[in-house]
């Protein structure tokens, strides 16, 4: 990276202290738009009790990270004191403490959180064919929705549900976390210069886990992940902070047409990363053509796939319905008959022909065209295709 005057992220090194002498930072973990995280030790975790584990996630926002927190556009820090304060949390991320960070371009919001793994992304490209087993597919949906189902009884809406906000818990401890670190040394990706101080460009090297793609039935059930990320997350039932949520492929008929916003776009975005993790492939990658928009492609093939049409009164709440579609509510895209999520699921060959039916009709649930006739997260987790036995029905 050529030398800037301006640099958005903290720039940090490996060794460097934070909030006075209480975090030394000893690697990147990774990075996003609005932060970096890195991996640091708590020098007060001997004092703490003996089961404290010494090693923690800092997660650094960048300068405009920081001023959408400052201003109420983002709600993370918020949010995660919320959870906190809450008894018998799982799969979701614990605020262990939060402070400021002097940087030579500025302030810095630092969230200090517990060691997360890799996220299920990285884990499902490790797949030859980019997908998953069904017998873990159905327990990172388990524990995903566990999470979302907790965020929505907190009216926490985390509008951006992807798997890479999915990660694998760092449950084997310091010493795991100390053979890594002791066995990978610190990469440096060049340097970049801020207000005429050079600082090292780290590589993220994150904490790996052990669990290969095709774990067995028994391993699977042991496994344990965290639904990150509440940087773009909103409050149910209040006007939104910001205008976009959410990857562009996995966003709800709702936020197209913007008419409801609401918890159950995590809904649906929860039944585009089933069918991802299953098929290893997106279950919606529109395109624009020559007379019709990236959007129009979206909602036609949302109908294809879904055998749905958009009813009356969500048209009526719609406030780009004649962007889309005709007076008597049909689409100005012309729809290819004949397609299903069963097809959708069978064309791959990633999946047995006795396991479709049952994830199709899981999916069917989360992608409802109306929101109101879409399931709730605890609905969801007593579904039939959830509660079938995987260790059974591998044998």
Not at 62 to 72: D, F, K, V
Not at 126 to 134: H, N, Y
Not at 217 to 243: I, K, N, S, Y
Request: charged share 25%; with cysteine; hydrophobic share 40%.
């Amino acid at each position: 990276m050529s030398s800037t005057s301006s640099f958005d992220h903290f720039p940090a090194r490996a060794g460097q202290k934070l909030k006075g002498d209480r975090y030394q930072i000893l690697r990147k973990l990774g990075s996003g738009l609005f932060s970096s995280t890195w991996l640091v030790s708590d020098a007060e975790s001997e004092y703490l009790d003996i089961y404290t584990n010494k090693y923690r996630a800092v997660k650094i926002l960048t300068l405009e990270g920081t001023r959408a927190h400052r201003e109420g556009e983002s709600r993370e820090l918020m949010f995660l004191q919320q959870i906190a304060a809450c008894e018998d949390i799982n799969s979701l991320p614990i605020l262990e403490d939060s402070f400021e960070e002097q940087g030579p371009e500025g302030t810095h919001l630092c969230l200090v959180l517990e060691l997360m793994s890799t996220d299920v992304s990285s884990f499902r490209r490790s797949s030859p064919t980019k997908a998953l087993p069904v017998h873990v597919v159905k327990i990172i949906v388990q524990r995903t929705l566990e999470a979302v189902a907790q965020l929505h009884e907190l009216d926490i809406i985390h509008t951006d549900l992807k798997l890479d906000n999915i990660l694998f818990n760092a449950i084997s401890g310091d010493p795991h976390v100390e053979e890594q670190l002791n066995s990978e040394s610190v990469i440096e990706d060049g340097q970049v210069e801020v207000k005429g101080e050079k600082y090292p460009i780290l590589r993220s090297q994150p904490i790996r886990h052990s669990t290969a793609w095709n774990v067995t039935p028994f391993m699977a059930e042991v496994m344990l992940f965290c639904l990150t990320d509440l940087g773009q997350a909103q409050r149910a039932g209040e006007q939104p902070t910001v205008d976009e949520f959410s990857a562009y492929a996995l966003r709800a008929p709702e936020l197209l047409l913007r008419s409801d916003f609401g918890p159950k776009i995590d809904i649906w975005a929860l039944g585009c990363i089933t069918f991802e993790m299953l098929t290893g492939r997106w279950l919606f990658a529109p395109e624009a053509g020559s007379d019709w928009s990236l959007e129009d492609d979206h909602l036609a093939k949302m109908v294809e796939l879904t055998g749905e049409k958009f009813s009356a009164p969500m048209l009526q709440r719609a406030q780009f319905r004649y962007q889309y579609f005709d007076e008597s509510g049909d689409l100005l895209r012309e729809v290819v008959p004949d397609q299903s999520i069963e097809k959708a699921l069978a064309v791959y060959g990633t999946m047995k022909d006795d396991d479709i039916g049952g994830a199709a009709t899981f999916i069917r649930a989360c992608l409802r065209l109306d929101y109101k006739d879409r399931a709730s997260a605890k609905e969801l987790e007593i579904h039939p295709w959830l509660l079938t036995s995987t260790c059974n029905h591998y044998h």
